[in-house]
């Protein structure tokens, strides 16, 4: 028995610590929902237990520093030429310009915004910040630290869309009128999966990302219900929330216009109404994710709602 090793270093890993959902800037797109599953590796001395780090104890403070920081946050990369910032006490007043010359103007407490050290908000630089942020939080004995961002997987298949939106009553981060996420969406004819149903809808209606809006929120001319707004337009968005005011410009094709709020489960009821209406189609199913594992359902049978006991659906 001589030949075994006392080990003194090892390595973890957690694999889909947390969710993170948030909206990000993107230099050539405007402003893009996004969603990853979040993983997690590190390397140390090994403590009295054996640990490098207790996995209850890494997955809890983990939680709370990407709450504090991107998660439900507009992420902005602080390097690009092509933003502007002015701080007014408690609130921020950023002016954003794409690549192609399409303009955003955000203004909100600092506290929905999150400056990224960088140029662009690709997942590698989203995942160096958390590095950063999390760094303070390990013990002595953790030597190295990394972070993956990883989007979920979604067969060429499935309709996949990306949206931002912001919910007025919410007590937590969703009442920011920029935060988003990166969904799946599942449409049934009957008991049938409809593809078809699926690409029309992320392609035509989600097509370069949208921003989900309500009357309430809107200032000005509004758009059609379930409608974007006209190519070259801006429309201009306007809310009291819990953690302050929050006031945007953005341009009005990029915006969708929902009869009553932007919540999950009533984008899941204007689509379901849309197929409904455009298609003719008289028992139809959508289930619309919110990021991950997550989201509304919407019932119409023989062209009305229905709240009867949902059909028994394989979920993928």
């Not at 230099?27 to 599953?37: F, N, R, V, Y």
């Not at 506290?111 to 050290?117: N, R, S």
């Not at 990394?146 to 979604?154: A, F, N, Q």
């Amino acid at each position: 028995m001589d030949n075994i090793k006392n080990y003194k270093t090892g390595r973890m890993f957690v694999r889909d610590i947390d969710h993170l959902d948030c909206a990000i800037f993107d230099p050539d797109l405007g402003i893009l929902g996004a969603t990853w599953h979040v993983d997690v590796e590190l390397a140390g001395e090994l403590d009295n237990n054996g640990f490098v780090f207790d996995f209850g104890k890494i997955k809890q403070k983990f939680k709370q520093v990407l709450k504090e920081t991107l998660d439900h946050a507009l992420v902005v990369p602080q390097q690009y030429e092509g933003i502007s910032i002015l701080e007014r006490g408690e609130y921020l007043e950023l002016k954003m310009t794409t690549t192609h010359h399409e303009s955003w103007g955000y203004t909100c407490p600092k506290a929905a915004v999150y400056f990224l050290a960088a140029s662009s908000t690709r997942s590698r630089e989203l995942a160096k910040a958390l590095e950063m942020e999390m760094a303070a939080y390990i013990p002595d004995n953790v030597t190295e630290l990394s972070v993956t961002l990883r989007e979920e997987s979604i067969s060429a298949a499935e309709g996949v869309f990306q949206y931002t939106h912001g919910l007025v009553q919410h007590d937590g981060g969703c009442q920011r009128l920029f935060h988003g996420h990166r969904s799946r969406i599942e449409i049934f004819r009957g008991d049938v999966r409809a593809h078809d149903l699926e690409k029309t809808i992320a392609e035509d209606l989600f097509s370069n990302a949208i921003h989900l809006v309500s009357k309430e929120q809107v200032t000005g001319p509004c758009p059609q219900v379930f409608e974007k707004g006209s190519k070259g337009g801006t429309l201009k968005l306007s809310y009291m929330s819990k953690e302050g005011r929050f006031q945007a410009e953005i341009p009005a094709h990029r915006a969708l216009l929902l009869n009553d709020s932007t919540s999950i489960e009533s984008l899941a009821q204007n689509i379901a109404e849309f197929i409904s209406n455009s298609r003719h189609e008289p028992d139809i199913l959508v289930r619309c994710f919110e990021g991950i594992n997550k989201g509304g359902i919407a019932i119409r049978q023989s062209g009305t709602f229905s709240t009867s006991k949902l059909p028994e659906l394989k979920i993928n």
